[in-house]
């Protein structure tokens, strides 16, 4: 069994003959990021939007944007990279971190709101003593 020397014009492909992405991907993706970036910063800082929440939730959905940026063009995840299997671990990765963080939040809603309330004057005058002798 012998060992076919690395050729130099595979150098830009990684394993199965997919390419890692060009200059100009990068370059574009750059681009769009530094845009995703500073979008958000000029709407805090000059204050563009009067409404709080409609800035946040701009804010919000220019960061999800840019999460796909980075996803397609540093990443490189499509579906033709490794057949496919990258991007589907990537999104089971997705699937479970929205599950651990949206069940943790509604769990920790839930016990906020259906915990009993504590009296002002502490835990003692719940269990029939009073403070005073």
Do not use: K, Y
């Not at 409404?51 to 980075?70: G, N, S």
């Not at 990279?81 to 920790?108: N, P, Q, R, Y």
């Amino acid at each position: 069994m012998t060992n076919a020397p690395h050729d130099t014009a595979d150098h830009g492909q990684h394993g199965h003959g997919e390419a890692h992405g060009s200059r100009r991907g990068f370059w574009v993706g750059s681009i769009l990021a530094i845009v995703l970036t500073a979008i958000p910063f000029w709407l805090v800082m000059s204050g563009v939007l009067r409404d709080m929440q409609t800035t946040a939730i701009l804010i919000f959905a220019l960061a999800l944007v840019q999460i796909i940026v980075h996803v397609v063009f540093f990443l490189h995840l499509d579906t033709r990279s490794e057949g496919g299997w990258t991007l589907l671990a990537f999104l089971f990765t997705v699937v479970i971190v929205v599950v651990t963080i949206g069940g943790s939040i509604w769990v920790m809603f839930h016990l906020n709101t259906n915990m009993m309330p504590m009296p002002v004057d502490g835990v003692g005058h719940m269990n029939g003593m009073s403070a005073a002798p």
